[in-house]
């Protein structure tokens, strides 16, 4: 007798994939480009039973969409997979900075506002401590 397996075969690596590239259709409210190209998706875990976690950051702590932005991520995941679960957690703990924006995003940014906000930010602000020292050992 053969025992079924009731677990389906997630192909996790193909997962991740489909999740990031649908996510690119989510706009941040306040600066109109995409949430993953703005470095807002900190992290994101598929189980082998099918379960999605995201953890991603805001653009501004006090953001006033943060419940429809967590609806609309929730949305988007389980339209793109069939996911068992999917659980958005939203980090208030690691602050967003444009050093997290993609080469994309920030170039997004660039052709709506005419200047490089990743340049104007290290002027104003310089590296992070851990960014420096990534430099230096590079």
Known sequence: MVK????QNINK???KKK???AL???????IPVDIVNLGLIYELKISDEGDVYVRMGLTAPGCPVVDDLIYTVEQVIRETVPAKSVDVDIDLDTPWNPLKMTPEGREKFKQLYGYDIVEMWIQTYGLPEEQ?????KA
């Open 13 to 15: 690596e193909e997962w």
């Open 19 to 21: 999740i990031m590239e």
């Open 4 to 7: 079924m397996s009731t677990q």
């Open 132 to 136: 420096s020292q990534q430099d230096q």
């Open 24 to 30: 690119t259709q989510v706009y941040d409210p306040e």
